[in-house]
């Protein structure tokens, strides 16, 4: 079994900086992809950014220059630092991970339960 929890969302105004968290535990091998995405209400579910295990990076159009993501191989965690947030950034936001596990060496794509990040104007 493997567990992604996030932490960090919350209430924030326009303008303002958020820092998401979200660690991986359990039965893991080798983290590969990590990386965040977002649902808004009546959307559907979409990129943020990604960071592979070697720390390559790729970011949706509409949070360039805004955020970054990063991560921490040693912790199993990956972050997203946002800044200038809009209150279109408004979304539940999910980490992701692609995986080896080590119960029967199998590949996982696994997600978070998700953290709200709320952007008031």
């Known amino acids: 079994q493997v567990q992604l929890v996030e932490s960090g969302g919350g209430l924030v105004q326009a303008g303002g900086s958020l820092r998401l968290s979200c660690a991986a535990s359990?039965?893991?091998?080798?983290?590969?992809?990590m990386g965040w995405y977002r649902q808004a209400p009546g959307k559907q579910r979409e990129l943020v950014a990604t960071i592979t295990s070697g720390g390559s990076t790729n970011y949706a159009d509409s949070v360039k220059g805004r955020f970054t993501i990063s991560r921490d191989n040693a912790k199993n965690t990956v972050y997203l630092k946002m800044n200038s947030l809009k209150p279109e950034d408004t979304a539940v936001y999910y980490c992701n991970a692609d995986l080896v596990s080590s119960w029967g060496w199998s590949s996982v794509n696994s997600w978070g339960q998700g953290t709200q990040v709320t952007v008031s104007s």
């Open positions: 359990g039965r893991i091998f080798r983290l590969n992809t």
